[in-house]
């Protein structure tokens, strides 16, 4: 029987890094604060590209890696927070821009979980059979719904896009063991960017409005720490395995003391849950590829090991695979 | 529950998360000046003691000492 397998995975980030002391000159905070509070050290910020563009140039190496064509795809989904425009999704602004004609695509809006969100979706498909060859990628351009006077919230992201391409195969060995996707939209409030409002009355006499991104810090760091150790056992007694045996826990990059208080959580060591926050800050939708590409790039993933995906945030929402790579 | 054993509960938990001895954390010390606790460390606490008593703590902008904590954690088990 066919199984999927991650045939390439890919990541993109601008080039211009600003370092937490390059944002101590624009507001009340320092390096010392931000480090020790969130793990970060300094985040990728795109100047002039938007998201499908940074989609773009993950999808252009995914193809180049997975040594396919463009036509040879079926599928395209995008999950992404930050996406250029309300329509066309962004998912299909990239599948232009490759040329991938034989694909249709979409985006996922499920923010930090937006990956995990759309690599069960992606797995849903690929049971079908018109969707052998799908590219899953999460990118965000963050920067452009950040509140840049919120010390706050404007020091913990970062831009950057990341994917990878699955492909039913018969020989492979690796296969998506199981998942546990869980919402909690009485929550909805507590994470929000980009807000907007209808007209208050016609004609309207005021221009459109646009809210930057605002959370509540402590529900969504316990909503983070209880719900996420929730959704990784669930996901991993749904594969039969146990905890024990998972080699890999990759996690979405939101702030290094989550995911420490998360593996507490889980009685796992920390060093099965590697990071990369420090370079990147969270980059919501991208992170989970991001940290999976550099990992593999790395050599550190190998064939026959247990991963664990995990996203977490805005809806508020939390999503977890469980892969056999 | 006591105060007594709430001091306990509370010493058990802070100790642990902020990685100090039990004997500094008294009830006059101040959470974050004494302590050294940031705001992150603040909200595990909280988290510990929610988990552990079965309570619900909502603000924690105005606990400043370990005495603050412990009267506040009483009060909530009082309204149980």
């Not at chain 1, 390096?31 to 985040?43: A, L, M, N, Y």
């Not at chain 1, 409002?197 to 720490?225: C, I, W």
Request: hydrophobic share 40%; charged share 25%.
């Amino acid at each position: 029987m066919a199984a999927i397998k991650i045939a390439a995975s890919a990541h993109y980030v601008p080039e211009k890094k600003v370092t937490n002391d390059d944002l101590s000159q624009l507001m009340d905070t320092s390096d010392e604060w931000i480090s020790s509070r969130t793990g970060i050290h300094q985040r990728h910020i795109s100047c002039g590209e938007n998201t499908a563009d940074l989609c773009t140039k993950v999808a252009q190496e995914l193809l180049k890696k997975s040594r396919l064509t463009a036509d040879q795809l079926d599928l395209i989904i995008v999950a992404t927070m930050s996406p250029d425009c309300y329509t066309p999704a962004t998912a299909a602004i990239v599948q232009g821009n490759i040329q991938a004609v034989n694909a249709a695509a979409f985006d996922v809006s499920a923010a930090c979980s937006g990956f995990v969100y759309a690599l069960t979706t992606a797995k849903a498909m690929m049971g079908l059979p018109s969707y052998q060859r799908v590219m899953v990628i999460g990118g965000e351009v963050l920067s452009k719904v950040i509140d840049w006077t919120d010390r706050t919230t404007a020091v913990l992201f970062g831009d950057g896009a990341a994917g990878v391409v699955l492909e039913n195969s018969e020989t492979t060995s690796s296969k998506f063991l199981s998942e546990d996707l869980e919402t909690y939209g009485d929550l909805a409030d507590r994470l929000q960017a980009g807000s907007t409002a209808p007209l208050q009355k016609f004609p309207a006499n005021s221009p459109h409005h646009f809210e930057a991104f605002k959370m509540n810090g402590r529900d969504v760091y316990t909503f983070a720490t209880h719900k996420v150790p929730l959704s990784i056992e669930t996901a991993v007694k749904r594969s039969g395995l146990e905890l024990e045996q998972v080699d890999w826990f990759i996690l979405h990059q939101a702030n290094s003391r989550i995911i420490s208080q998360i593996a507490k959580r889980l009685k796992q060591p920390l060093a099965k849950f590697p990071m990369n926050i420090a370079e990147y800050g969270n980059t919501s939708g991208a992170s989970v590829p991001l940290l999976f590409d550099e990992l593999a790039e790395a050599g550190q993933i190998k064939a026959g090991q247990i991963i664990v995906l995990s996203g977490f945030g805005g809806g508020l929402t939390v999503g977890t695979q469980v892969i056999k790579y | 529950m006591t105060k007594e054993e709430i001091l306990t509960k509370v010493k058990e938990i802070v100790a642990e998360q902020l990685d100090v001895d039990q004997e500094k954390v008294t009830m006059n010390a101040n959470i974050k000046d004494d302590l050294e606790a940031d705001s992150l460390d603040v909200f595990e606490i909280m988290n510990e003691l929610e988990d552990d008593l079965d309570i619900k703590l909502e603000a924690d902008e105005n606990v400043q000492t370990i005495e603050d904590v412990v009267n506040y954690v009483k009060k909530e088990l009082d309204a149980k």
